[in-house]
Nanobody
């Protein structure tokens, strides 16, 4: 069993930056693909970014390419999402997710393990 805890959300002005962290429990974390998804009020949850277990593959949603960077530190059981040049449309609850199903499943919003979410609010 893996538990995921996100942190790092908050309120930031447009053009600013935030770094989200997702701390995982359990030794199997380092074998799993991980990712970030987000859900804005009144909208469906959408894929943001994902990372393979070894960090070699990092797909992104078109809306965040060039602005967001996903990374992981398997020694610390942590996944990060560096968010730069934030826009008001990035406002959402951001969820960390992952598991043995892999990158494809995460991109579809399907993952075995989920965090509780962290709020990111970008003011104009």
């Amino acid at each position: 069993q893996v538990q995921l805890v996100e942190s790092g959300g908050g309120l930031v002005q447009a053009g600013g930056s935030l770094r989200l962290s997702c701390a995982a429990s359990g030794r199997t974390f380092r074998r799993y693909a991980m990712g970030w998804l987000r859900q804005a009020p009144g909208k469906e949850r959408e894929f943001v970014a994902a990372i393979s277990w070894n960090g070699y593959s990092t797909p992104y949603a078109d809306s965040v390419k060039g602005r967001f960077t996903i990374s992981r530190d398997n020694a610390k059981n942590t996944v990060y999402l560096q968010m730069n040049s934030l826009k008001p449309e990035d406002t959402a609850v951001y969820y960390c997710a992952g598991g043995p199903s892999g990158l494809g499943s995460i991109r579809l919003g399907h993952a075995e393990y989920w965090g509780q979410g962290t709020q990111v609010t970008v003011s104009s």
